[in-house]
């Protein structure tokens, strides 16, 4: 059941407009899949027992009947809905035990990108789901998709991001298979730098072009069957990454994010870190097979 399930962050304090719930639901009819609606509520001032008790029920079940009013349209489209509400927090926290106790397709949240600043204001929930998600996550801008939305893949056959052989593998399967639902076209993204600082000779910024060409058709060639556009791009990552968006008209950009400890917090790795709150498009974040949400501790 879950492995078709898109788990729908619901904000709680938004009027109206649900981003990431119009997105999901557009998503759940082409992949026929099932959308699952949850939030979270908390209040510190409410004690245990008696009156608190009461009070805390009350308002899951004000909650409750909001994500019911939500699901209510989509079940009459056909759609099948479920709703879900927790008395936890951080909401984070509550997100992320949700997401890894069971095996979900994606877990949908809505970012905010603003159109004057050309920056996605990525909140504390947001970074932290980028960072610990176990499963794909989908931050969901408000705008409207392409009638055959471009799907941007974006890998590392060289690996020379910190990121394992297999995450490109799960990108690109992921990319793929969305796009095919979507009926959309699949771009192929890799960039490609010089040694920062160092000034090369003709020859040998021609070599490592063609290193990475090769790399690239090593990697596309055992994907033929997926027919994947590809492009190849030189410089900065995060720069490339942004400027093949902008070039593709990017409807989701697919990425994968190594996460690793740091001091004090999850890093996930230099170019997903500069570019995640600069892309306008939905973003997928995919993490390793082997990832595994780092403890409360």
């Given at each position: 059941m879950w492995e078709n399930t898109i788990l729908v962050?619901?904000?709680a304090t938004a009027s109206s407009q649900q981003p990431a719930l119009e997105r999901a639901a557009w998503l759940a009819k082409q992949a026929d899949a099932r959308l699952e609606l949850f939030a979270c509520e908390y209040d510190p001032e409410l004690g245990s027992g008696g009156v608190g008790d009461a009070a805390r029920e009350r308002l899951l079940k004000q909650q409750r009947d909001h994500l019911e009013s939500l699901a209510a349209p989509l079940r009459q489209q056909g759609l099948a809905v479920s709703v879900d509400v927790v008395w936890d927090h951080p909401f984070e926290a509550a997100i992320l035990a949700k997401a890894a106790a069971h095996d979900y397709w994606l877990v949908a949240k809505d970012a905010h990108h603003h159109n004057l600043a050309q920056r996605t204001l990525l909140t504390n929930v947001d970074w932290h789901l980028i960072r610990e998600c176990p499963v794909p996550l989908l931050l969901v801008k408000d705008r409207k998709l392409s009638a055959e939305p471009n799907v941007l893949a974006a890998v590392d056959p060289v690996n020379e991001h910190d990121k394992p052989?297999?995450?490109d593998e799960r990108i690109y399967t992921f990319a793929a298979e969305l796009?095919?639902?979507l009926r959309g076209r699949l771009h192929?993204?890799?960039?490609?730098?010089?040694?920062?600082?160092?000034e090369l000779p003709p020859e040998a910024v021609k070599l490592i072009a063609d290193q990475h060409r090769a790399a690239m058709k090593r990697f596309l060639d055992t994907h033929a069957a997926l027919e994947g556009r590809p492009h190849l791009y030189e410089?900065?990552?995060?720069?490339?990454?942004?400027?093949?968006?902008?070039?593709?008209?990017a409807d989701f950009v697919v990425m994968g994010a190594v996460a690793r400890r740091g001091l004090k917090r999850l890093f996930i790795g230099s170019t997903a870190e500069r570019v995640l709150d600069r892309l306008p498009c939905d973003l997928v974040i995919i993490k390793p097979l082997e990832f595994e949400a780092p403890s409360a501790d």
């Amino acid at each position: 059941m879950w492995e078709n399930t898109i788990l729908v962050v619901i904000d709680a304090t938004a009027s109206s407009q649900q981003p990431a719930l119009e997105r999901a639901a557009w998503l759940a009819k082409q992949a026929d899949a099932r959308l699952e609606l949850f939030a979270c509520e908390y209040d510190p001032e409410l004690g245990s027992g008696g009156v608190g008790d009461a009070a805390r029920e009350r308002l899951l079940k004000q909650q409750r009947d909001h994500l019911e009013s939500l699901a209510a349209p989509l079940r009459q489209q056909g759609l099948a809905v479920s709703v879900d509400v927790v008395w936890d927090h951080p909401f984070e926290a509550a997100i992320l035990a949700k997401a890894a106790a069971h095996d979900y397709w994606l877990v949908a949240k809505d970012a905010h990108h603003h159109n004057l600043a050309q920056r996605t204001l990525l909140t504390n929930v947001d970074w932290h789901l980028i960072r610990e998600c176990p499963v794909p996550l989908l931050l969901v801008k408000d705008r409207k998709l392409s009638a055959e939305p471009n799907v941007l893949a974006a890998v590392d056959p060289v690996n020379e991001h910190d990121k394992p052989a297999a995450l490109d593998e799960r990108i690109y399967t992921f990319a793929a298979e969305l796009s095919r639902v979507l009926r959309g076209r699949l771009h192929v993204v890799h960039s490609y730098g010089t040694p920062l600082g160092a000034e090369l000779p003709p020859e040998a910024v021609k070599l490592i072009a063609d290193q990475h060409r090769a790399a690239m058709k090593r990697f596309l060639d055992t994907h033929a069957a997926l027919e994947g556009r590809p492009h190849l791009y030189e410089g900065v990552a995060h720069e490339c990454l942004q400027a093949a968006a902008k070039e593709h008209a990017a409807d989701f950009v697919v990425m994968g994010a190594v996460a690793r400890r740091g001091l004090k917090r999850l890093f996930i790795g230099s170019t997903a870190e500069r570019v995640l709150d600069r892309l306008p498009c939905d973003l997928v974040i995919i993490k390793p097979l082997e990832f595994e949400a780092p403890s409360a501790d």
